[in-house]
């Protein structure tokens, strides 16, 4: 279990604005996902984590072991952590083969049990034939699971992997964690990983924790989080939702019911107390809970939000409509006079998938 | 004395000089490139002394520190101090002394151009630092440290300046190559024996380089 309340402000340098991290990242035995895009903060963490960077403020604990405590001047090197950090970059030692940057690192157990850890590693990987290679021999994709198998080899407390590559194809991914997962379930490892794909999350993760600018805005399971996003910012980062501007112009507590003018059109909504007549809010639906469908004259039915179609991508088993106004829905079908530009449809929004943020 | 000894007290010294100086520059370097410590900077400044103060002026503190009167004064006593002093000990002190500083800042490049990410990968792996030192910047750095290797060579042997001070005591007990150049100049008749041990010094100068210029890295340790 780790439990890191950590701050650390870096002041602006040449190549870098001033940044803030404060964070508590709590992560069981089991796969934590640290969702978040470039420049959240999740590689610094783990330098934080690790102790290749020291932090201004807070408190590092390992399974009740303290590595870091800055009240009590507590600082644990990063050489006695025993923390795994798989690095974004691929960096095993390229003057030794494969298995030699096993044994290296295998070298702080003793000898008949890291000669042993070294080849159960391999097997389990399926890194056998790759053994005597070099670094500079190896595919992208085996340097990468080399590394993770470098860092497992010597029994860590915790692992950190930061990032499984974008370039990877799905099943590939889908293996590695499964792997990982595995791995964590044997050993109650905490293992926590950075990612700034959110099908990661789905796939391995039991808790995800979403980062922006240094802090964690939300954290929950990933289903949780995707469900019910507890702030704008987290809802862009999943992308995952509209979102989509309103105006409350009718609020009627009593029979909690409201007004909305969405895009020009005035539509029903339910009632989102803490609000007045006349703000402004944004709306985060489920896009599959849109109903989009072509407008057959010029009216426009009442409930219905009219909209312009700017743009209709033809997908596999469906059509996506990109909207003028920012909106984009998936229909199953469509005629192709239709899907013109310019050509005029209505949206029709379920008021019980509309939620306010 | 014939033409010959000069050359190889010189080869012989150099050679030693180089053993002593390289892993002790290396040393030093890595300290440098990867710890912080307090003072490092004046220790770093004492390192590179030599470097800065004259020859003479360095093997006249030496010699002073070793008389009976100085800091060391006791080692005469023990008759450590004569011995060494005026014998080719001296000449590879001062070598040593006069070239490991040189390897010394060099290496700290050397090792400064490894990438940082290697040195954390050890770190977090659990390898404690001196064997960061030995499995990461020692082979990681192979080729520019041994050009660097090769030119301490030939420093070593071109090493004057300290050995000048103890020179006249030396008698020809430890007659390096500069030393023989030195006194040959003054005495009459060795014109011949001058410009072989000239031509042979600067051969051997030229050779090294060449060496180290073969050494791939040596364009990015100058």
């Known amino acids: 279990m780790i439990d890191a309340r950590i701050t650390c402000a870096l002041s602006a340098s040449v190549s870098a604005p001033a ?13 934590t996902a640290i969702f978040g895009p470039e420049g959240a903060g999740k590689t610094l963490l783990f330098e934080l984590i690790t102790g290749l960077r020291q932090p201004t403020q807070g408190r590092i604990l390992l399974n009740d072991e303290i590595l870091f405590d800055a009240g009590a001047g507590v600082n644990l090197p990063t050489t006695r952590r025993s923390i795994g950090y798989v690095f974004e970059t691929n960096c095993l030692l390229p003057h030794l083969s494969l298995k030699e ?34 670094p500079a021999q190896l595919s992208a994709v085996e340097h990468r699971v080399g590394m993770l198998a470098q860092s497992l080899v010597r029994n860590p407390r915790a692992l950190l992997v930061d990032a499984i590559p ?77 979102l989509i501007p309103a105006e409350i112009t009718f609020l009627d507590p009593q029979n909690k019911r409201s007004r909305l003018l969405i895009f020009g059109a005035e539509v029903p909504g339910p009632y989102f107390s803490g609000r007045f007549k006349g703000s402004r809010m944004t709306l985060c639906v489920a896009p599959s809970a ?37 909106a984009t829905v998936d229909v199953p079908a469509a ?23 | 004395m014939d033409a010959w000894t000069p050359i190889w007290t010189t080869l012989r010294v150099g050679l030693a000089a180089t053993l002593i100086a390289v892993p002790l520059g290396l040393v030093f370097a890595w300290l ?31 010699l002073m520190a ?54 954390k990968l050890v770190a977090v792996l659990g390898i404690a630092e001196w064997r960061a030192f030995w499995h990461v910047a020692l082979p990681l750095a192979s080729k520019p440290l041994t050009a660097i290797a090769v030119v301490a060579l030939a420093r070593a042997i071109g090493e004057f300046g300290i050995l000048l001070v103890f020179a006249p005591s030396l008698a020809g007990r430890a007659a390096t190559l500069p030393w023989a150049l030195f006194y040959g100049i003054y005495s009459p008749g060795d014109v011949s024996k001058a410009l072989l041990w000239f031509a042979a010094s600067t051969t051997l100068a030229l050779l090294l380089l060449a060496i180290a210029a073969r050494i791939r890295g040596m364009g990015r340790m100058l």
């Open chain 1, 19 to 31: 940044f803030s991290l404060d964070v508590h990242l709590q992560a069981a035995p089991g796969i």
């Open chain 1, 101 to 134: 940057n096993l044994r290296l690192a295998a070298s702080v157990l003793p000898a008949r049990e890291g000669a042993r850890r070294v080849v159960e590693i391999l097997e389990r990987f399926d890194l056998m034939d790759l053994a005597p290679r070099s």
């Open chain 1, 166 to 242: 974008f370039g990877w194809e799905q099943n590939l991914r889908t293996r590695l964690l499964s792997v990982l997962r595995e791995f964590a379930l044997e050993a109650r490892l905490p293992v926590v990983l950075a990612t700034r794909d959110l099908n990661d999350c789905f796939e391995a993760a039991s808790a995800m924790l979403v980062m922006q600018h240094g802090k964690f805005l939300q954290s929950g399971s990933p289903a949780e989080i995707c469900r019910k996003p507890v702030s704008l910012a987290v809802a862009e980062l999943l992308g995952q939702d509209l």
């Open chain 1, 290 to 326: 849109v109903l989009a469908s072509p407008l057959p004259g010029e009216s426009v039915l009442p409930g219905r939000i009219p909209v312009t179609l700017h743009r209709a991508v033809l997908r596999p088993h469906d059509i996506r409509l990109h909207f003028a106004e920012g």
């Open chain 1, 335 to 357: 005629e192709p006079s239709e899907l013109q530009p310019g050509r005029r449809w209505h949206l029709e929004i379920p008021e019980s998938s509309m939620r306010a943020l």
């Open chain 2, 32 to 62: 440098a490139a990867h710890w912080r410590f307090r003072f490092q900077r004046l220790v770093e400044a004492l390192i590179l002394l030599p470097l800065l103060i004259p020859g003479p002026v360095f093997g006249y503190c030496i």
């Open chain 2, 66 to 119: 070793f008389t009976t009167t100085g800091p060391f004064g006791f080692a005469t006593r023990y008759g450590i101090g004569s011995p060494v002093l005026f014998s080719e000990t001296v000449a590879v002190l001062a070598a040593v002394i006069y070239t490991a500083p040189f390897v010394a800042l060099l290496a700290t490049r050397a090792f400064r151009d490894i990438q940082p990410a290697y040195f």
